[in-house]
């Protein structure tokens, strides 16, 4: 199992409808998660992070699932703008490697 | 503040010849990651430093890759020589080596090897 998967993509989705993804981690072990975005061309930047409890950014939700071993964004009222790539980050633990899922690409249609 | 700087932002070289690639990590940080990133292979971490000291280099390709970081203020990722098959973005990031920190990324270096 790789260590951190996610679906590829690209999701195409409409202006406005709420769009969902996942991503699985093979460490039991991880303690931190992050969403990460990156725009084209563009180096990665923290979206937000996902806390044990599930938090909320705006129209972006995190939540995190230890027993199933994965973490999920859900982004209302989509945008244009969130066209992008979205990148699954954990945190390995007690070394602090960070390692990243390879992106979720997200189209925003007009 | 200034942020993760890398050098050079882009650059295209020879097969064979040497390429290094600079990062200076933001200032009070002390874990700092090479990554590499391609179409095919997304974003690849090479090798990481705690404190200076490099932790773990499994990801490093073979031995034409070599890091280094003499001090806390630079890295270089150093390729030698340097093939077709290494053109890629470089990406320097750095972090504070607490639980839940922010992992800050330069713009990377765009690297093309011909």
């Known amino acids: 199992r790789k260590e951190v998967e996610q679906d590829p993509g690209p999701f195409n989705v409409p202006e406005g409808a709420t769009v969902a993804f996942n991503c699985t981690y093979s460490?039991?072990?991880?303690?931190?998660f992050f969403w990460y975005r990156q725009d084209c061309r563009k180096e990665p930047k923290l979206l937000m992070s996902v806390y044990s409890s599930g938090n909320e950014d705006g129209r972006f939700t995190a939540q995190l699932n230890r027993a199933s071993q994965y973490i999920s964004l859900l982004i209302r009222d989509s945008k244009l703008s969130d066209s992008a790539t979205y990148l699954c980050?954990?945190?390995?633990?007690?070394?602090?490697?960070?390692?990243f899922g390879k992106g979720t690409r997200l189209h925003i249609l007009p | 503040d200034a942020g993760v700087i890398q050098s050079p932002r882009h650059e295209v070289t020879e097969m064979g010849q040497e390429v290094t690639l600079r990062c200076k990590p933001i200032?009070?940080?002390?874990?700092l990651f090479w990554y590499r990133q391609t179409m095919m292979r997304g974003l690849e971490l090479l090798i990481y430093f705690n404190n200076n000291v490099p932790i773990d280099d499994s990801g490093m390709p073979e031995d034409r890759f070599s890091a280094k970081m003499p001090n806390a203020s630079f890295s270089t990722l150093k390729i030698q020589p340097s093939e077709p098959r290494d053109s890629a973005v470089y990406f320097c990031?750095?972090?504070?080596?607490?639980?839940?920190?922010?992992?800050?990324f330069g713009e990377g270096s765009w690297l093309t090897v011909v």
């Open positions: 990031a750095s972090t504070r080596r607490t639980q839940g920190n922010t992992i800050y």
């Open positions: 980050v954990v945190n390995w633990g007690r070394d602090d490697k960070i390692i």
């Open positions: 200032s009070g940080h002390n874990s």
């Open positions: 460490n039991s072990a991880s303690q931190s």
